[in-house]
């Protein structure tokens, strides 16, 4: 199967916001950052209607080149991000945890608990029709 690479647009517009985003790491002050994001919108803006394929796509390498190599040393990352530090932290809790609810906490969601009873009981319906009633050997936790 063919791996297909963004157009040359797409390569452009993602080179464009990652040296945003190291714009930002560089500049903690907004008017310092505006500035620098200005002068480098001027600099895509001057290359923005080159024909020639060849040129562009070097203009490109360039680009890419120039980036790695004032890359920032600690770049920011936002929090829920891979890496961020809230990444994967909300827990979400099976379902069976609902079944360990006192009554009383029970009792607080009426409708939700009695629906969910009776999905529980119309799942082990269809278990049953798909699978077959459990053996002996099921029942005892054996192989």
Not at 27 to 47: I, M, P, S, T, W
Not at 67 to 80: A, D, M, S, T, V
Not at 96 to 123: I, N
């Amino acid at each position: 199967m063919a791996v297909s690479t963004p157009s040359h647009a797409r390569q452009v517009c993602t080179l464009y916001k990652r040296a945003l985003r190291n714009l930002e790491c560089w500049y903690d002050r907004r008017e310092g950052y505006r500035f620098q994001a200005v002068l480098l919108r001027d600099r895509f803006d001057k290359n923005k209607s080159e024909k020639d394929l060849v040129k562009a796509t070097q203009l490109l390498k360039e680009g890419e080149a120039e980036l790695f190599k004032y890359i920032h040393y600690q770049p920011r990352q936002f929090p829920e991000s891979p890496g961020g530090v809230a990444y994967k932290r909300q827990v979400i809790p099976p379902d069976w945890v609902l079944d360990y609810w006192h009554p009383m906490e029970k009792a607080q969601y009426p409708d939700y608990f009695a629906r969910r009873e009776q999905r529980k009981k119309e799942y082990l319906t269809w278990w049953e029709k798909q699978y077959g009633p459990p053996s002996e050997a099921d029942l005892k936790g054996g192989h």
